[in-house]
C-alpha cells in the first residue's frame, strides 16, 4: 500500500512523466459480447425458416448458381467464388459444401465425396466436382421473386433468403451450436413431407417422423415434436446369421461403421459382451460380422450390443430456427406449415410475375399489330423531329386502342420504332393473331391458378413427389424399443468370493470361497447366521456381518425365489419358521429376519430359485418331560408372507439340530408369458397376447413363413425374426399340418408331422428356390379350401374341400407330403378345424390343497387353522412388495 502511495507521490512532483489513468470497459464488453452472440446467431449456426440455410450454405448455392452452365465444376473454384460472398475461410466453406453434397439432394457430385456410413472423409476440394442438381434447380432458385442485398465488402449482390419452394430444412436437417443456444432439427423423409404439405393445404392433420440416411431403427414415441425435451432412440439393424454369427446391416444415425465397432470392441474388453471376432464387410451396404464363441446366446448378445455399445444411442432434437432475423424455438409440425405457407406464397409471387409478363406481351404484340395493320408507320415519314415522330405515332394509334388494358407510354411508341422494315415487309396478321390468342390462354391459365392457389400448390407439390420421389422412400424404420435390462444380458465374467466366518464377500478373496461368476454392476444378497439381510453393489471386498450363510447374485422383482427360514427368537424365545420373497431393498440397509430380539439365532436357511418346499427333519434336545423329540416339518405347509412376517411357531423348547428330510417341489403356480406384438419381445407383465402359462419344461412354438420350425424356452431375452407366422405354447403331442409348393415337381404337397428335436431348427419344405409355404395349422383336425384355376375352353372346377387328417397320416418332419391335387391351383385357405378335445396333462400341483399349520410347542399338532392352496401361495407375498423408501440419502432399488 505505501509503495502505491510513493509511486503517485513521485508522478505528481514529475508531470513531464505519463500519467496513468484507468477506462472503464465495462459497457463495451457488455455491447462486444451481444454482438458477438447475435453474429454467430443470425450468421453461423441457424438455418433460416424462410429457406432452410445457414448462410454458408446459402452463399455456396448462389455461387454454384452463378458458375452453373450444366457441367462440372471443381469445389475448389465453386469454395474460391463462394468466398466473394462468405468472409471466411475456405476450409469451413469446403466442409459445409461436402456436407450439403452428402445428403444427395441439391449437389450432384462427383469424385470421392466422403462415405456416412464408414465415416471416410472426402478428398480435396481440388480433386472432386459437383454441379446443381435438377431438383435444386426446380426449387431453389428464381431471380425474379429473390430479394437481394450487398454482399459484406459492397461489390456484389447475394440473396437475403433464396426462394426455396419446399420443405428443405425438414428434408436436409440442421444442426449449429451458437452462444447460448443450439439446433438439431433432423431430417425427415422427402416423400412423406410432400405428402404432409399436401394434407395441410387439404386442411388436414399430419404428423412427420425422422427418416436418417443411416437406415437403421428409430422409436418416436418421446419424439414431441422435435422440440426441446423430446428423445428418439436410435438403434442399428441386428439379425442372426447363423447360430455364431449376428449381422449388422444398418447403422443408427449419428454413428458410422468406424465408431460402431469401436464400441463393440471396448464393450468386449470391459467384459460386458463376449465375442470371438468382427468383420467389417461395409460397402455401399452395411455389412458388420460378429462371430460369438460357442455357446453364447445369440439373443442376449443382441441386447447386450443395445445395452453397452454404439448399437443404441438416444438423440435429443431441438427445433430453433431464424425468423426474422430472430431465434425461434417451434416444432418439427410448425415448420412445415410455416414452409409450406411460404411456398403457397412463393408461388403466387411467381404467378403474379408471370401473368404481368404475358400482359406486357400481350400489349405490345396487340400494338405491334395495329401498328403494322393500320400502317401507322408511315404517319412518320414527313415527321422531322422526334417528338413530332412519338406525337404522330401517338395520334396515329389512338382510334385502335381502346381494347388495350392499360395506356400506351412513350416507352411502347419507342418500342415501336425500333421494329425492323424487314419484319414488316413479313408480317403476317393470322399469325400474330395466333401469337395473341395463346397469349390470351396463357393469362387465362395463370388467372385460373391464382384464383384457385391452393388446388394449383397441391399440384405442385405432388409433381415435385412424382419427378423426384423415386428412390426416396422412408429407410428408417419406426418401431417402440423395448427397454433392455442390462443385468440379464451383461456377460458374468468376474468372480465372486465369500469368507463366511468373518464376513467379507467381493471379487479379490481367490483364496477364499467361490461364490459363482457376476458382473461390475451386479447388486449381491447376503444373509448371515444372526437372522441379517443385505443388499450390496459388487466389489472387490466388502463387509457384511460374520457367519454369513447364503450369498447370490439379487435379481430384479424376482418373485420366484423363495427363502425358507428358521430362527429362535431372542437366546431363549420360542422358534418360528416363514417363507418369504425379496422383491424390494434399499441397497446397502442391514434387514432384520427376525423378531429383532437380541440373541436371534437362525437354525435353518434355504433359497429356492422356483419357489421350490423342501421337507426337514426337526431334532429337540432331551429336556424334562417332552414326549416329542422328533417330527418333520413340510415347508409347502407353510404360506408365502413378506420379509417382515414374524412367521409361524415351530416349538418353544430348544431344538438340537434339523436335518433335511427331503428335496422340494415348486409351490409356485405356472409363470403366465404374454407377446407384445408392438416391440416383438415376450413379457410377464400382462402386455399383449396371452401365450399361456409355463412350467420349467415347457416350451414355444415357433414357425416361420420360409418354412422354418423350432422349439425355444420362453425366455425373456428371445427375440423373433419378422417372417414369424407362428408362436404359440407347444404340445408335443399336437401334430403340424403344412401346405406347400414343392417347387422342383411344381406340384403343390401336404404334411403333417411331429417335431422330434427339442431346440433344433429344421425346415420343414423343400430347399429348392421356388418352393414357399402356403398355409400351415397347429389345430389337431385342420380343414383347407381349394379353389382351382379356370382353364381356357372348360368350366372351372368348384371348390375342394380337404380333411388334413383324414388327407395324411403324420410323418417324419423330412418326409415329402402327399400331392394335394394335379390341377392348377388359384389359392388355398384354410378353413375353421373340425371340433375335437385335446387330452390334457394333469399335474400335481395343480390339484393339491395344503394347509399351512403351526406346530403345538407340545406335539406338532395344527392349532393356528389358517389354509391356504399351494398355487394360491405365491399371491400373499404382493403385501410386502412395495418399495421400502426407509433410509433417507440411500440408494433404493427397483
Known amino acids: 500500500m505505501s509503495e502505491d502511495t510513493n509511486d503517485l507521490n513521485i508522478n505528481s512532483e514529475q508531470p513531464d512523466l505519463p500519467q496513468e489513468s484507468?477506462?472503464?470497459?465495462?459497457?463495451?464488453?457488455?455491447?462486444?459480447?451481444?454482438?458477438?452472440?447475435?453474429?454467430?446467431?443470425?450468421?453461423?449456426?441457424?438455418?433460416?425458416?424462410?429457406?432452410?440455410?445457414?448462410?454458408?450454405?446459402?452463399?455456396?448455392?448462389?455461387?454454384?448458381?452463378?458458375?452453373?452452365?450444366?457441367?462440372?465444376?471443381?469445389?475448389?473454384?465453386?469454395?474460391?467464388?463462394?468466398?466473394?460472398?462468405?468472409?471466411?475461410?475456405?476450409?469451413?466453406?469446403?466442409?459445409?459444401?461436402?456436407?450439403?453434397?452428402?445428403?444427395?439432394?441439391?449437389?450432384?457430385?462427383?469424385?470421392?465425396?466422403?462415405?456416412?456410413?464408414?465415416?471416410?472423409?472426402?478428398?480435396?476440394?481440388?480433386?472432386?466436382?459437383?454441379?446443381?442438381?435438377?431438383?435444386?434447380?426446380?426449387?431453389?432458385?428464381?431471380?425474379?421473386?429473390?430479394?437481394?442485398?450487398?454482399?459484406?465488402?459492397?461489390?456484389?449482390?447475394?440473396?437475403?433468403?433464396?426462394?426455396?419452394?419446399?420443405?428443405?430444412l425438414l428434408a436436409q436437417g440442421g444442426e449449429g451450436i451458437a452462444v447460448g443456444l443450439s439446433t438439431k432439427i433432423l431430417p425427415h423423409n422427402f416423400i412423406e413431407l410432400i405428402d404432409a404439405s399436401v394434407k395441410h393445404l387439404k386442411g388436414k392433420r399430419f404428423t412427420i417422423y425422422p427418416d436418417f440416411p443411416t437406415a437403421g431403427i428409430i422409436d418416436i414415441s418421446d419424439y414431441k415434436d422435435g422440440l426441446r425435451g423430446g428423445r428418439v432412440r436410435v438403434r442399428a439393424k441386428i439379425s442372426q446369421l447363423d447360430k455364431n454369427t449376428l449381422v449388422i446391416t444398418e447403422i443408427p444415425f449419428g454413428t458410422n461403421t468406424s465408431s460402431l465397432i469401436d464400441s463393440i470392441l471396448k464393450a468386449n474388453d470391459k467384459g460386458k459382451i463376449k465375442i470371438k471376432k468382427i468383420e467389417d464387410n461395409t460397402a455401399a451396404n452395411v455389412e458388420i460380422l460378429v462371430h460369438l464363441p460357442p455357446g453364447i446366446s445369440p439373443d442376449k448378445t443382441i441386447d447386450a450390443l443395445y445395452a453397452f455399445t454404439n448399437c443404441e444411442s438416444s438423440i435429443s432434437p431441438l427445433g430453433c430456427i431464424i425468423e426474422d432475423n430472430k431465434p425461434l424455438f417451434i416444432g418439427v409440425t410448425e415448420m412445415l406449415r410455416r414452409s409450406t405457407e411460404r411456398t403457397v406464397e412463393l408461388l403466387k409471387s411467381e404467378l403474379e410475375i408471370r401473368l404481368g409478363e404475358f400482359e406486357e406481351q400481350w400489349h405490345f404484340a396487340s400494338l405491334e399489330r395495329i401498328f403494322i395493320e393500320n400502317r401507322v408507320y408511315r404517319d412518320i415519314e414527313e415527321e422531322e423531329t422526334w417528338e413530332g415522330v412519338i406525337k404522330a405515332i401517338d395520334k396515329g394509334l389512338k382510334p385502335f386502342?381502346?381494347?388495350?388494358?392499360?395506356?400506351?407510354?412513350?416507352?411502347?411508341?419507342?418500342?415501336?420504332?425500333?421494329?425492323?422494315?424487314?419484319?414488316?415487309?413479313?408480317?403476317?396478321?393470322?399469325?400474330?393473331?395466333?401469337?395473341?390468342?395463346?397469349?390470351?390462354?396463357?393469362?387465362?391459365?395463370?388467372?385460373?391458378?391464382?384464383?384457385?392457389?391452393?388446388?394449383?400448390?397441391?399440384?405442385?407439390?405432388?409433381?415435385?413427389?412424382?419427378?423426384?420421389?423415386?428412390?426416396?422412400?422412408?429407410?428408417?424404420?419406426i418401431r417402440t424399443f423395448e427397454d433392455v435390462d442390462a443385468t440379464k444380458v451383461i456377460i458374468r465374467n468376474t468372480k465372486l468370493y465369500v469368507n463366511r466366518s468373518e464376513g467379507f464377500i467381493g471379487t479379490s478373496l481367490k483364496k477364499d470361497e467361490y461364490v459363482c461368476d457376476c458382473s461390475d454392476i451386479d447388486d449381491i444378497i447376503c444373509f448371515t447366521k444372526d437372522g441379517k439381510m443385505m443388499v450390496t453393489k459388487v466389489d472387490t471386498k466388502t463387509f457384511i456381518g460374520k457367519d454369513i450363510v447364503h450369498v447370490a447374485v439379487f435379481k430384479k422383482k424376482d418373485k420366484r425365489t423363495i427363502y425358507n427360514m428358521i430362527y429362535r427368537d431372542g437366546s431363549k424365545g420360542p422358534t418360528y419358521v416363514k417363507r418369504f420373497a425379496i422383491t424390494a431393498v434399499t441397497r446397502d440397509r442391514e434387514y432384520d429376519l427376525t423378531n429383532g430380539s437380541k440373541g436371534s439365532l437362525m437354525w435353518y436357511f434355504s433359497a429356492n430359485p422356483n419357489g421350490e418346499a423342501e421337507v426337514i427333519t426337526i431334532y429337540l434336545r432331551q429336556v424334562g418331560s417332552i414326549k416329542k423329540l422328533k417330527w418333520d416339518l413340510d415347508f409347502a405347509d407353510i404360506l408365502i408372507k413378506g420379509r417382515s412376517?414374524?412367521?409361524?411357531?415351530?416349538?418353544?423348547?430348544?431344538?438340537?439340530?434339523?436335518?433335511?428330510?427331503?428335496?422340494?417341489?415348486?409351490?409356485?403356480?405356472?409363470?403366465?408369458?404374454?407377446?407384445?406384438?408392438?416391440?416383438?419381445?415376450?413379457?410377464?407383465?400382462?402386455?399383449?397376447?396371452?401365450?399361456?402359462?409355463?412350467?420349467?419344461?415347457?416350451?414355444?412354438?415357433?414357425?416361420?413363413?420360409?418354412?422354418?420350425?423350432?422349439?425355444?424356452?420362453?425366455?425373456?431375452?428371445?427375440?423373433?425374426?419378422?417372417?414369424?407366422?407362428?408362436?404359440?405354447?407347444?404340445?408335443?403331442?399336437?401334430?403340424?399340418?403344412?401346405?406347400?409348393f414343392n417347387g422342383e415337381k411344381e406340384l403343390y404337397y401336404v404334411k403333417r408331422f411331429l417335431i422330434e428335436n427339442e431346440g433344433k431348427q429344421e425346415t420343414f419344405i423343400s430347399d429348392h428356390p421356388k418352393s414357399h409355404l402356403e398355409i400351415v395349422s397347429t389345430d389337431w383336425r385342420p380343414m383347407a379350401e381349394i379353389e382351382f384355376t379356370k382353364e381356357r375352353g372348360k368350366d372351372r372346377k368348384d371348390n375342394e374341400t380337404v380333411n388334413l387328417e383324414e388327407f395324411i397320416a403324420v410323418k417324419g418332419i423330412t418326409a415329402l407330403g402327399n400331392q394335394l391335387t394335379k390341377e392348377k391351383v388359384n389359392q388355398i385357405s384354410i378353413l375353421d378345424p373340425l371340433p375335437y378335445e385335446a387330452p390334457e396333462d394333469i399335474h400335481a400341483e395343480d390339484v393339491e390343497v395344503i394347509d399351512e399349520t403351526e406346530v403345538d410347542s407340545d406335539n406338532g399338532a395344527s392349532q393356528s387353522g389358517e389354509k391356504s392352496s399351494a398355487n394360491q401361495a405365491s399371491k400373499d407375498q404382493d403385501a410386502d412388495d412395495s418399495l421400502d423408501k426407509d433410509g433417507e440419502g440411500q440408494t433404493t432399488l427397483f
Request: charged share 30%.
Open 22 to 168: 484507468i477506462t472503464r470497459v465495462t459497457g463495451m464488453y457488455k455491447d462486444w459480447f451481444l454482438d458477438y452472440a447475435s453474429y454467430v446467431i443470425l450468421e453461423r449456426a441457424v438455418p433460416a425458416i424462410e429457406d432452410g440455410f445457414k448462410p454458408v450454405q446459402r452463399r455456396i448455392m448462389h455461387s454454384m448458381k452463378d458458375l452453373d452452365d450444366g457441367r462440372y465444376n471443381k469445389v475448389a473454384n465453386i469454395v474460391g467464388h463462394t468466398m466473394q460472398y462468405h468472409p471466411h475461410g475456405d476450409a469451413s466453406i469446403a466442409d459445409a459444401m461436402v456436407q450439403i453434397g452428402q445428403k444427395d439432394l441439391l449437389i450432384d457430385t462427383q469424385g470421392n465425396w466422403g462415405n456416412i456410413l464408414t465415416g471416410d472423409s472426402a478428398a480435396a476440394s481440388r480433386y472432386i466436382e459437383a454441379r446443381l442438381s435438377k431438383f435444386a434447380l426446380d426449387v431453389v432458385y428464381n431471380p425474379k421473386i429473390t430479394d437481394w442485398q450487398s454482399s459484406y465488402d459492397g461489390r456484389r449482390k447475394e440473396p437475403i433468403n433464396l426462394p426455396v419452394m419446399f420443405p428443405l
Open 645 to 740: 412376517s414374524k412367521g409361524n411357531t415351530v416349538t418353544k423348547y430348544a431344538i438340537k439340530k434339523i436335518e433335511l428330510k427331503e428335496k422340494g417341489v415348486s409351490t409356485l403356480k405356472p409363470r403366465k408369458i404374454w407377446f407384445d406384438e408392438v416391440v416383438q419381445r415376450l413379457n410377464v407383465d400382462d402386455r399383449g397376447e396371452l401365450l399361456g402359462e409355463f412350467r420349467g419344461e415347457d416350451r414355444l412354438l415357433i414357425i416361420t413363413q420360409s418354412g422354418e420350425v423350432k422349439t425355444i424356452l420362453p425366455e425373456i431375452t428371445a427375440r423373433f425374426d419378422d417372417d414369424m407366422i407362428v408362436l404359440e405354447k407347444w404340445n408335443p403331442k399336437k401334430p403340424i399340418s403344412a401346405i406347400y
Open 401 to 477: 386502342t381502346k381494347h388495350l388494358k392499360r395506356e400506351v407510354t412513350e416507352e411502347d411508341i419507342v418500342r415501336l420504332t425500333e421494329i425492323r422494315i424487314k419484319r414488316i415487309s413479313k408480317f403476317d396478321i393470322d399469325k400474330a393473331q395466333q401469337k395473341i390468342d395463346a397469349l390470351e390462354d396463357q393469362i387465362a391459365e395463370v388467372k385460373h391458378h391464382l384464383a384457385n392457389l391452393i388446388d394449383y400448390a397441391i399440384a405442385y407439390f405432388e409433381r415435385l413427389k412424382k419427378d423426384y420421389g423415386a428412390g426416396r422412400e422412408r429407410k428408417t424404420e
